[in-house]
């Protein structure tokens, strides 16, 4: 009889809870016990909120801002100490009703501040979820979004979701991948191109067209279940014009609102040098920062502590919510790179073992290297940005031009691979920086190379064996092209064949793909199952060799245990002298070769066959 009224009574509790609740809205919407981040500042939004004056019955209120919009309150309450449970706040004024808010502190997992990150072990295996598959047909257009699907769109929206994603992991492993990056599944509610999700609408609900948060959650259950990783596409600089906060600011700066011109817009100048050049004029350097990355995408106000709060409480929620692994950080450079880096601190000071990755689009390792944590060039001028890993675009950018070039010229062919390496010492840790061949704003590399099985080959290897970790984007590995430069971001973002129910081909078993896309895929699959297991590509150091007749030829070793990398650039078979390398092949004889099974005596020379790669462990 007494678990009865026990049960009676916390429905009566919850439905009043409920009740009350829903005149607020409050964010984040819950938080744990046992954070280190402890001191929440809870965002309060309600109809003239700001006129109530607030309480609490089971925290500390530390402090409550107000702004100039009277819809909010800015509440700082401290939680360290205080149990998992539910605490109230209530609001009063006169001659106005009392609205009680009941909030919420969970269980924290056990040892969630000791996650790992994605490292140098993994491939991170990178999709567009609208274009990857549609598990769920009863979400592509929902209630609460405006744009509905249309899949004969290539800059619409075509269905993919979270449960199709689900439904291929299996694909997804058996190619080799260790861990999944999406771009961004939150709400982008734009009325128009709101498939990429980059502009954001809330910031605390996954888009209802992918599903809902359980399901994000339970993509990453279900990808632990596998032993692999979820990293999340974060969006530091901007948000959608459609957000409920732009929609109804809490402060003028709470975006870069320039003045001067039609709705607060001026387009960035995105001349990220910016931010280091010691020579930069004040105007130059604001034209870059606080200018909008596009029309329907305000650009963020990093320096404004109540924003730069909310963002770091927002990031930490998802990483404990569904239990991720890393966040990728898009346009990391454009943030204000003071505000961007206590962002990335607090990050990593609640999780030590954590790894982010930055966007930094730029063309120079030591423009690249600077927005590393703890790095020599960002030391010149006293700047850390804590950020652990940085995107290595100088690589992509010599692989996108190199394997043209057939000549034996100075500074053409593989010589550019070389270069690009040459320069790893700029870099504070060498091995935490990504390397990829294409992503979902690059042209598709199979493009570039006009569908050049053999070419595809030499690149991967490269990205397979090189240091760092290997990036991959999504149907590379069954030859799928896309011109971006005449026909836009849909074109390099097509749909997975199978990925939807009338689709006349599936590519994501060996039966559905053609022979063509086989040989794709099985050589991925051998090159990125066989680097599952390598340490000495995970964590060897490389010596490399000055390319000679188009050749490149570099080693990864890590003690006694070395892999020996050979690329053939030609388009006719060269015979390798090994004498040339005997300090790195030294007392071994024998090896195996990966990717043929083959076992090799390393003698006085190897026949390398024309636009071919060998990779040779050694014995």
């Known amino acids: 009889m007494k678990r009865i009224?026990?049960?009676?009574?916390?429905?009566?509790?919850?439905?009043?809870?409920?009740?009350?609740?829903?005149?607020?809205?409050?964010e984040p919407p819950f938080w744990w016990s046992d954070m280190k981040l402890s001191t929440i500042q809870l965002t309060v939004y309600g109809e003239d909120i700001a006129k109530y004056e607030v309480q609490s019955d089971g925290v500390d209120i530390i402090d409550v801002t107000k702004t100039e919009n009277p819809n909010y309150q800015f509440i700082t309450v401290e939680t360290k100490g205080y149990s998992a449970g539910s605490f109230k706040l209530v609001f009063s004024a006169k001659k106005r009703k009392t609205i009680t808010y009941l909030y919420e502190l969970k269980v924290r997992d056990d040892r969630s501040a000791y996650r790992k990150g994605f490292d140098s072990s993994d491939m991170i295996y990178l999709i567009m979820p609208d274009r990857f598959a549609n598990g769920n047909t009863q979400n592509d257009g929902t209630e609460d979004t405006f744009e509905k699907p249309n899949r004969s769109d290539r800059n619409g929206r075509h269905g993919g979701d979270i449960e199709g994603v689900i439904e291929h992991l299996d694909y997804i492993q058996e190619l080799g991948a260790t861990a999944l990056w999406s771009t961004p599944l939150l709400e982008d509610n734009q009325p128009t191109y709101s498939y990429h999700t980059y502009a954001i609408s809330d910031c605390y609900k996954i888009d209802s067209r992918y599903g809902t948060n359980e399901d994000y959650k339970r993509l990453s259950q279900e990808l632990h279940k596998r032993d692999m990783k979820l990293v999340m596409d974060y969006v530091t600089n901007h948000w959608g014009g459609e957000h409920w906060m732009i929609q109804d600011l809490p402060t003028k700066d709470f975006i870069n609102y320039w003045s001067d011109s039609e709705n607060g817009f001026q387009r960035s100048s995105y001349r990220m040098t910016t931010q280091f050049d010691s020579n930069t004029s004040a105007l130059d350097y604001e034209a870059c920062m606080n200018g909008w990355f596009d029309t329907t995408m305000p650009d963020m106000n990093q320096r404004n502590p109540l924003y730069l709060n909310y963002i770091i409480q927002n990031a930490i929620w998802w990483i404990e919510y569904a239990g991720l692994d890393g966040l990728r950080v898009d346009t990391y450079s454009y943030c204000d790179k003071e505000g961007i880096s206590k962002w990335t601190k607090s990050i990593m000071d609640e999780y030590p073992n954590f790894n982010i990755v930055g966007e930094v689009w730029m063309h120079d390792q030591s423009q690249i290297s600077y927005w590393q944590k703890d790095s020599p060039i960002g030391a010149i001028q006293s700047y850390n940005s804590h950020l652990p890993s940085v995107m290595d675009f100088t690589l992509h950018d010599a692989i996108t031009n190199m394997f043209h070039d057939h000549e034996n010229l100075w500074d053409n062919g593989m010589i550019e691979a070389y270069n690009n390496f040459a320069n790893d010492f700029l870099y504070a840790d060498i091995n935490n920086i990504l390397v990829f061949a294409a992503n979902?704003?690059?042209?598709?590399?199979?493009?570039?190379?006009?569908?050049?099985?053999?070419?595809?080959k030499l690149i991967m290897t490269m990205v397979a064996t090189v240091r760092g970790i290997p990036q991959f984007y999504y149907g590379d590995e069954i030859g799928m092209r896309g011109d971006k430069n005449t026909l836009g971001d849909g074109d390099i973002r097509r749909d997975f064949p199978g990925g939807w129910e009338t689709d006349e081909q599936s590519a994501f078993t060996n039966e559905g793909r053609t022979e063509f896309q086989n040989q794709y895929f099985n050589f991925t699959k051998t090159l990125f199952n066989w680097r599952k297991s390598s340490e000495v590509i995970h964590n060897g150091k490389t010596k490399q060799f000055v390319p000679i007749d188009n050749v490149y030829v570099y080693f990864r070793y890590l003690d006694d245990k070395k892999v020996m990398v050979i690329i053939n650039n030609n388009a006719t078979s060269k015979s390798l002298k090994l004498d040339r390398f005997s300090e790195m092949i030294n007392h071994h004889s024998k090896g195996k070769e990966i990717i043929s099974g083959k076992s090799m005596i390393l003698n006085k020379s190897i026949e390398v066959e024309a636009k071919s790669s060998m990779i040779i462990e050694m014995y």
């Open 5 to 26: 009224v026990f049960i009676f009574s916390m429905i009566l509790a919850f439905s009043f809870a409920k009740a009350q609740n829903s005149e607020l809205k409050v």
């Open 440 to 456: 979902h704003d690059t042209n598709r590399i199979n493009e570039i190379y006009s569908g050049d099985l053999a070419t595809y």
